[in-house]
Nanobody
């Protein structure tokens, strides 16, 4: 059974940094497509960044140049380094995974496996 466990969220002032981690358990597929998503109250879940087993990365325009997605295969862990945080980055952040290539990386409904989420709050 695949399990994703996020950590690293918290409260930070605007301009600060946080690093989110997503530990992956029980994933046995040879290929993967993993992403970070976020959802603010009253808003739809949106894609933040994604990475696949070939190392290709994708970013939402709103976070390009500020966020970096990476992975440590030896530790089965996905990361999201978030710098220059803004109040509009405040949301619950989720990691997601699937073994199928998504038709569009930011389509959250494509991904079958999800973590429980970690809250990020950025104050001005």
């Amino acid at each position: 059974q695949v399990q994703l466990v996020e950590s690293g969220g918290g409260s930070v002032q605007a301009g600060g940094s946080l690093r989110l981690s997503c530990a992956v358990f029980g994933y046995t597929y040879s290929s993967y497509y993993m992403g970070w998503f976020r959802q603010a109250p009253g808003k739809e879940r949106e894609g933040v960044a994604a990475i696949d087993s070939d190392g290709a990365t994708r970013y939402a325009d709103s976070v390009k140049g500020r966020f970096t997605i990476s992975q440590d295969n030896a530790k089965n862990t996905l990361y999201l380094q978030m710098n220059s945080l803004k109040p509009e980055d405040t949301a619950m952040y989720y990691c997601a995974a699937d073994f199928r290539r998504p038709n569009r990386w930011s389509n959250y409904y494509w991904y079958n496996y999800w973590g429980q989420g970690t809250q990020v709050t950025v104050s001005s």
